[in-house]
Structure formats: C-alpha cells, structure tokens
C-alpha cells in the first residue's frame, strides 16, 4: 500500500512528549536519522508550522507526517488481522460513547501490541463513520474510556482535558495507612526510556528539563489494619487535575504507598503474596468522570461499578 500523509491530534497520553520522540513511536520501523530529516525539512508540521526536534507537543495539537514507508519485521503477519470486540456501555448516543475497559487490555495498538480496544471496536462496528479515543488508559487500569463519533466532538472533549475541567477519579488500593492529612500531591513528572525501550516515569524537580507539574487529589475511603501492620491497605479516590501517564502510580508509590498489583512502581514481593490470595491485577480502576456533554453542554456523570476481581479487595466499599 501506498504511504499517505498522516494527521495525528495530540490527546493526553503525549502532551509534553517532544516531537522527536513522538514520531520514533509512531512510526516504528523508521530509522532515527531519517525522522530528523523529515523534521528538518519542514515536511513534519504541527499546526500548519514547521517544529523543532525538541519542540514539545500540547493536547489538541494536529500533527501532519508525510508519507513514509514503515519497514515491517518478518515476523509481522501479512497484517494483522484484529478481532471484533464490543465492550460493556455505560453511555452512548450520536457523539460518543463511554466504555467500561476491561484490564489487561491496551487502547490502541503499538508498544508490541499488535491491537487494542479502538481497532477492536472499529472491527466490529464498521458503519461507524469515525471511532476515535478522547483519551488514554494505561494497559493495566479499569474503566471509563471515552470514544468519539464525530471529529467536532473529538476535539470539544480534547479541549475540556486540555483545560482541565473534566473531573476524573480513580479507585487505588495502596500499602499502608494513608496519612488522612495528604490530601494534594503536587509533584512534577518526567518521563523517560530504559534500555529496553519501555517508558517509565519519576519525580522529578521542578526546574529539572521535562519535567511537568502534576497534582493528584486523594481521599481517603476505607483502611483496613493499622500502620504498625505490614499488610495494613487503604483504599483510596484519586482525583487527577493533570493528566500525566502514570501519574497516580508514581505519586502514590513516591509517598510510599504503592498500588496493589502495580509491576512498575509497586512493592514486588507484596504483589507475589497478593496474588497468592488472588488479586492478580493492580488495583487503579477509573470510576467516575464528570464533564459537560459536548453537543449540548448538559452536565455528564459516568460511573464505572468495581470490577468483580477486585470486588473483594475494596474493603467493603461501593461506588
């Protein structure tokens, strides 16, 4: 197949990402010094103007790609076919709908993964004219995913991340006693690649280069044990104002209060004896999203119910 120019909207999984770094993961295969030529040609442009490799992207940037051929490994199938899937609705009409993701499914494809929830969707609803996420959850986290219909309502949806008005909640089972008093983390972010590829994310100094400002809201709902318990657990709401890839994770684990489950910033030899007792996943769900509907700008509230696997991990709780 021909390659075709490219127009890629920014959402919140790549805000900040420089735009070199953001082309070496879309177009994988393509070697590094033949992206820095496509940038400095001009050929790459982010709102109809020209960037910098180290130029950082925003939420509702439009990214333009000129045609490259993608060189595809002899291991990758003669495309790969991907599977229809539907997935739990919590709400749907003719702009978008709210799905319940499941965990242990990706979004999207990329990152070896060959498929995830909106190319599934796309399989199985192939009169939809568009299908397009608002935005991300991590592989591994529950709940409430938004998919746009239409491209106005992608980008009304995308500006409301962008400004910080949609209200979003999460549900974390952590270690410990949670200090009742630690309600606002206001740490920054930077994300960063290890050897092998795979982003990883800390806290970082302000005035460190990258780094970006992250605040994550937590009320405490339930304990169980006491802090002099080591296998003491809290439950807790996570409200996130800035939506940064694995924000809670890494502000909740810096407080040493790691997520149950969590095999990247988590207490590993805690996760073995969780899953000896049957939790086998993290424990971070998306419960609750409030925001105004983009159409007619009635107010919104999605709710996502516990997943049975961690219903008897939430310390009696319901949403």
């Keep these: 197949m021909t390659p075709q120019v490219m127009y890629l909207e920014i959402d919140d999984a790549s805000d900040g990402q420089r735009v070199d770094n953001f082309l070496t993961k879309v177009l994988k295969g393509v070697p590094k010094a033949h992206i820095y030529r496509l940038i400095r040609s001009g050929e790459v442009r982010v709102n109809k103007k020209r960037v910098q490799a180290d130029s950082r992207l925003a939420i509702g940037d439009l990214v333009r790609i000129p045609p490259v051929r993608v060189a595809q490994s002899q ?29 242990g499914v990706a979004v999207h494809g990329g990152s070896g993964v060959s498929f995830g929830v909106i190319e599934q969707l ?69 994300k960063y690649l290890l050897d092998n590829g795979e982003r990883r994310v800390k806290v970082v100094p302000i005035e460190h280069e990258g780094a970006q400002r992250s605040v994550s809201l937590v009320e405490v709902l339930a304990t169980q044990g006491s802090s002099v318990e080591e296998e003491s657990v809290s439950l807790l709401s996570v409200k996130i104002k800035t939506g940064r890839t694995h924000q809670i994770r890494v502000h909740l684990s810096h407080h040493r209060h790691p997520i149950a489950g969590d095999d990247k910033y988590g207490d590993f030899d805690w996760n073995k004896r969780l899953a000896s007792q049957g939790l086998r996943r993290m424990y971070l769900h998306a419960y609750r999203l409030c925001f105004k509907h983009p159409e007619h700008a009635t107010d919104m509230e999605i709710k996502s119910e516990i997943p049975t696997n961690l219903i008897n991990w939430s310390l009696n709780y319901q949403i």
């Design 75 to 103: 291991n990758d199938a003669q495309n790969v076919r991907v599977p229809a899937a539907e997935f739990p609705i919590l709400f749907e009409d003719e702009f978008f709908l709210a799905i319940d993701k499941p965990a």
């Design 122 to 190: 796309r399989q199985a609803r192939p009169n939809e004219r568009m299908l397009e996420l608002v935005h991300r959850l991590d592989k591994e986290t529950s709940g409430i995913l938004l998919v746009a219909k239409k491209r106005s309502t992608l980008k009304q949806l995308q500006e409301q991340f962008k400004q910080r008005t949609i209200d979003k909640k999460y549900l974390a089972l952590v270690k410990g006693v949670w200090p009742k008093n630690l309600k606002v983390i206001d740490l920054p972010l930077y």
